[in-house]
């Protein structure tokens, strides 16, 4: 897992855009992000009035130190101009591109959205993008995609519209997106993203969610999607180091710094730099967390 060189985005709570109500309750939710969906969530017919709802809940709500984010149409919907020109006089902080297929479609994407936000005034270069791979081609292409720069800050794993393309049979277990998500994770962290791991659809089953947030962090997820109030507290806390970790971490480099680092033992295991550099991962997401 690589630092944190942008914000903290454990949770990345997705809200239906046309839902009022969603959106209200939203602003009240311990979320890192809140992702004003006008994608998956909403039907056709509510576009127009999801990206109006989408607008005045960015330019009226108070949203605190939520981050807030708008998830456009995919490029080849024919959607996402009218996505950005109806939300972007909200000043969100950031956009979500879902099925980012090429670097070449997510540089159209991008300067669509720098023009924009520069007609509106806004400093493009502190807009922050998401980027979504979840198709079969955006897999392919993830060398390229995740090395397009600012403004992209974080890669997101969707695992239901790549296992639709691709005939995967999706399983709790997830063996089958195994290599696509592992992928995703090595990509971003060769580029110093942020890596957001896949939604746990099961609304009910909290056990379940805690093992696919642990099993994220091991592949070296820093962060989730979230579809319902209920699964914030254990994403929060998963992707969050536990008082344990951090004891151990600040054990490992403190051990490091008297043993002047190289190789050394410590309660029976060997502590060299990859561990300490580890330690060090722990200690600054704990950092970012607030929790030292
Ligand atoms: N964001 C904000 N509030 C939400 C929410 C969300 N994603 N999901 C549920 N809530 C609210 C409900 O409004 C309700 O609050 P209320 O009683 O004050 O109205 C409360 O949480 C409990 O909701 P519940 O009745 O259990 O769920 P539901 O049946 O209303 O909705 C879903 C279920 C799945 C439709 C809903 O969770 C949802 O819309 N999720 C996001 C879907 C989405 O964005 N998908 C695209 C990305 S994958
Ligand atoms: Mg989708």
Same mark, same amino acid.
């Given at each position: 897992m690589s630092d944190f060189p942008v914000r903290l985005r454990r949770s990345l709570l997705f809200v239906p855009g046309d839902s009022r109500r969603k959106i209200e309750k939203a602003t009240t939710l311990p979320a890192d992000s809140v992702v004003l969906d006008l994608e998956d969530a909403v039907a056709p017919a509510n576009k127009p009035q999801a990206r109006a709802l989408v607008r005045?809940?960015?330019?009226?709500?108070?949203?605190?130190? =939520?981050? =807030?984010?708008?998830?456009?149409?995919?490029?080849?919907?024919?959607?996402? $101009?009218?996505?950005? &020109?109806?939300?972007?006089?909200?000043?969100? @902080?950031?956009?979500?591109?879902?099925?980012?297929?090429?670097?070449?479609?997510?540089?159209?994407? /991008?300067?669509?959205? +720098?023009?924009?936000? &520069?007609?509106?005034g806004m400093d493009a270069s502190r807009m922050a993008l998401l980027v979504l791979i979840e198709t079969a081609l955006g897999v392919m292409n993830l060398p390229a995609i995740a090395a397009f720069g600012a403004p992209v800050q974080a890669l997101i794993f969707g695992a239901d519209d790549l296992a639709a393309e691709v005939g995967m049979v999706r399983t709790p277990a997830g063996l089958e997106v195994l290599y696509p998500r592992s992928a995703v994770a090595i990509a971003a962290a060769a580029h110093g993203l942020q890596a957001i791991d896949l939604v746990f659809p099961a609304?009910?089953? +909290?056990?379940?969610?805690?093992? +696919? /947030?642990?099993?994220? =962090?091991?592949?070296?997820?820093?962060?989730?999607?979230?579809?319902?109030?209920?699964?914030?507290?254990?994403?929060?806390? $998963?992707?969050?180091?536990?008082?344990?970790?951090? $004891?151990?971490?600040? &054990?490992?480099?403190?051990?490091?710094?008297?043993?002047?680092?190289?190789?050394?033992?410590? @309660?029976?295991?060997?502590?060299?730099?990859?561990?300490?550099?580890q330690a060090q991962n722990v200690l600054a997401r704990a950092r970012a967390a607030g929790l030292i």
């Open positions: 005045a809940a960015l330019h009226t709500l108070d949203f605190g130190a =939520r981050e =807030r984010l708008v998830r456009v149409n995919p490029w080849s919907s024919g959607l996402l $101009a009218d996505d950005v &020109r109806e939300t972007i006089a909200g000043k969100p @902080d950031g956009y979500v591109i879902p099925k980012v297929r090429t670097v070449d479609e997510l540089g159209r994407v /991008c300067a669509l959205i +720098e023009a924009q936000a &520069r007609a509106h609304l009910n089953d +909290e056990a379940g969610l805690e093992a +696919e /947030c642990r099993f994220g =962090r091991q592949l070296g997820y820093s962060g989730k999607m979230v579809i319902h109030p209920n699964q914030l507290a254990v994403v929060n806390r $998963a992707f969050s180091p536990s008082a344990e970790e951090i $004891a151990r971490a600040q &054990r490992i480099v403190q051990a490091a710094e008297a043993h002047g680092y190289g190789a050394f033992a410590l @309660d029976g295991r060997m502590v060299d730099e990859p561990i300490v550099k």
